[in-house]
């Protein structure tokens, strides 16, 4: 079985494609994703004009006269990390050699067969060392009950469908995580079996211990059981995030609201964190210091971006938007509004809001949220992201 990739390929003949439909329905393909289209190495570079490309994109010769100025033009679009596989008419030792010189990871000549192009993309991380490393968001409560695993679980199920790529939700609230009930999953082994023996933790054990929610969404659950006394360890923590950044594109953490070494360390070093706050004077002043504290550890990496949730306009007490910046210098990035009914079916049915409450209007604000933490377009040309009123538009109303 191949690592969960990305792929996209782009054929130029009938022949090449016929081999690509072929890899796409392959088992050792059957975690990643494979889209081919059609126009061979001229429509690549057209196509990431504007979007992101993927962790790899498989390109297929027009003219062998222009492929190394095509190749040049795919450069130029391409993100760094994106492995590119060419398919090509010259069978030149030479050509080969400059091809691989110039970047380029693998170079087959056509006709090649399915298991060519196979065994192309499996040598393609084979070293652990150069496999791409999903993003770590690390949501945090300013609060308990101020509603971050909510939103965490709705973030990672979010980002699966905008992406179309791997994400991985772990429930670190060993003791009394909601994930179980939130996705409505049966969980045979859980988070606390992947932490126990970090000598034995490696990407099969970790596959076993998660849970397929969807086609992009894998669940690592807590057992949400208070007589389990499980406690967490620095080093097996570190193995088994170094783990889940190497098997999906994203890493969504929900980390409980318990000041310990390892909550410190995990909101220090995670490449975002998402500080959720209630509207009220407790929250701003428990938000405050924990961005106090997190600024200098953090250093260069993105400062903790703030959500404001449950927010009531018809309540006069509750604090403003404008207090938090003033108070804590850090803009809310985004103001969810209580939706009590919403969010109420949503858990009864075990269900996320986009799901139990597909057309309500509180998914344009969740959306924002995957969209701002997504970090890049989709690469999927099937998926356009909707930008709806701006970020702040809610406050206007
Ligand atoms: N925007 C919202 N409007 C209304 N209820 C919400 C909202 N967000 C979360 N909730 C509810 O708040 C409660 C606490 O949420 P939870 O995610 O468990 O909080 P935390 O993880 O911060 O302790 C849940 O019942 C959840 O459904
Ligand atoms: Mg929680």
Redesign the pocket.
């Known amino acids: 079985m191949i690592q969960r990739l990305t792929i996209d390929a782009f054929a130029a003949t009938p022949e090449t494609a016929a081999v690509l439909r072929q890899v796409q329905i392959d088992r050792q393909l059957g975690k990643s994703r494979l889209t081919v289209e059609a126009g061979g190495l001229p429509a690549a570079v057209a196509h990431y004009a504007g979007i992101a490309t993927p962790q790899v994109v498989v390109v297929e010769e027009g003219d062998p006269a222009a492929l190394a100025e095509q190749l040049e033009q795919l450069a130029d679009v391409c993100e760094a990390g994106t492995r590119v596989v060419v398919i090509g008419s010259v069978n030149d030792i030479a050509l080969y050699r400059s091809l691989i010189a110039g970047g380029v990871s693998e170079y087959l000549v056509r006709p090649v067969s399915a298991g060519q192009i196979l065994d192309a993309l499996s040598g393609l991380f084979a070293d652990p060392q150069s496999a791409p490393k999903g993003r770590v968001i690390a949501c945090w ?1 300013a ?11 709705n973030l990672a199920w979010g980002l699966g469908r905008y992406l179309h790529e791997a994400v991985v939700y772990i429930d670190l ?1 060993l003791a009394f995580g ?1 994930s179980v009930l939130a996705f409505n999953i049966d969980a045979k082994q859980t988070v606390v079996d992947a932490l126990a023996h970090p000598e034995r933790l490696d990407e099969v054990l970790m596959e076993r211990c998660m849970v397929d929610y969807d086609d992009h969404l894998q669940i690592l659950a807590s057992p949400g059981d208070c007589r389990i006394h499980a406690s967490i360890s620095l080093d097996s923590l570190d193995h088994m995030l170094d783990l889940a950044a190497r098997m999906a594109s994203v890493v969504v953490l ?1 980390i ?2 318990v000041w310990a070494d390892w909550t410190e360390h995990l909101l220090s070093v995670a490449d975002e964190v998402v500080v ?1 706050a209630t509207p009220d004077f407790a929250s701003l002043r428990d938000a405050k210091s924990l961005i106090d504290v997190l600024a200098p550890r953090r250093g260069s990496i993105a400062p903790p971006r703030l959500v404001l ?3 009531d306009p018809s309540r006069k007490t509750q604090l403003t938007p404008k207090d938090f910046e003033e108070t804590i210098k850090v803009t809310p990035s985004l103001a ?5 009914q ?3 079916e ?2 009864n049915n075990g269900q996320m809001v986009g799901e139990a409450a597909k057309t309500h209007k ?1 998914n344009q604000t969740l959306n924002q949220l995957v969209q701002s933490l997504a970090g890049k377009a989709p690469s999927s040309r099937k998926v356009t992201p909707k930008r709806s009123g701006g970020l702040l538009a809610w406050f206007g109303k």
């Open positions: 409560g609060r308990g009950g101020v509603g971050s695993s909510t939103l965490a679980q609230d909601t929900d409980p609201h959720t949730n449950k927010v969810i509004p209580s939706e009590p919403v969010f109420g949503a858990a509180v």
